[in-house]
């Protein structure tokens, strides 16, 4: 089968997986051709958030396992990649463009959001206590400026993660200018 006999349909279905998208990130980012070991390292470090020196054996034989039985056999079925499991090497086939809108973007650079808003939900927290105790004559006079700079700051990083995780926003507002 080839690239241009794959419905949306199909391709949502291989792309549905995060093992498959991030093999056809890895492939592209390294020149459209790669072995095994590197591959399996990759990948196990973005499941795991860490780099490839720090995966463990455990996490490398776990995503080396789905790779090699699942997960390779599947994307060369579908003509994504030429896979030979007898020398390890993988290679994307031509017409990446296809892939582009199924693939994580920015895979190395995710921010870790949720502890930011964690960060801002507790200050919120220790805001309303302070307030709610009345410590001090100061605290009951300021409580609305807290709420007011809690609220602020979490629209601020709500709309920095949106800008952030849409990186096409920024372009197309400044080319909206020209």
Same mark, same amino acid.
């Given at each position: /089968?080839?690239?241009?006999?794959?419905? *949306?349909? +199909?391709?949502?279905?291989?792309?549905?997986?995060?093992?498959?998208?991030?093999?056809?990130?890895?492939?592209?980012?390294?020149?459209?051709?790669?072995?095994?070991?590197?591959?399996? +390292? *990759?990948?196990?470090?973005?499941?795991?958030?860490? $780099?490839? +020196?720090?995966?463990?054996?455990? *996490?490398? &034989?776990?995503?080396?396992?789905?790779?090699?039985?699942?997960?390779?056999? /599947?994307?060369?079925?579908?003509?994504?990649?030429?896979?030979?499991?007898?020398?390890? !090497?993988?290679?994307?086939?031509? $017409?990446?463009?296809?892939?582009?809108?199924?693939?994580? &973007? &920015?895979? +190395?650079?995710?921010?870790?959001?949720?502890?930011?808003?964690?960060?801002?939900?507790?200050?919120?927290?220790?805001?309303?206590?302070?307030?709610?105790?009345?410590?001090?004559?100061? $605290?009951?006079? !300021?409580?609305?400026?807290?709420?007011?700079?809690?609220?602020?700051?979490?629209?601020?990083?709500?709309?920095? *993660?949106?800008?952030?995780?849409?990186?096409?926003?920024?372009?197309?507002?400044? $080319?909206?200018?020209?």
């Amino acid at each position: /089968m080839t690239d241009s006999e794959l419905t *949306q349909a +199909e391709l949502f279905d291989v792309f549905s997986n995060a093992r498959r998208r991030r093999t056809v990130q890895y492939l592209k980012r390294n020149g459209g051709t790669c072995d095994l070991a590197p591959l399996v +390292e *990759q990948v196990a470090a973005w499941e795991n958030e860490t $780099s490839p +020196e720090d995966v463990t054996r455990t *996490q490398r &034989r776990r995503v080396y396992i789905s790779l090699y039985q699942t997960h390779l056999p /599947m994307l060369e079925d579908h003509g994504i990649v030429d896979w030979n499991p007898d020398d390890h !090497i993988i290679e994307l086939l031509p $017409s990446e463009d296809l892939f582009e809108p199924y693939l994580d &973007r &920015r895979l +190395e650079d995710q921010r870790s959001w949720h502890r930011i808003y964690a960060s801002v939900t507790s200050l919120g927290v220790v805001g309303l206590a302070v307030s709610w105790l009345s410590i001090g004559p100061l $605290s009951t006079a !300021i409580a609305p400026a807290v709420a007011l700079v809690v609220c602020a700051t979490v629209l601020l990083v709500a709309l920095a *993660q949106h800008v952030a995780r849409r990186p096409d926003v920024g372009r197309s507002l400044g $080319s909206a200018g020209r």
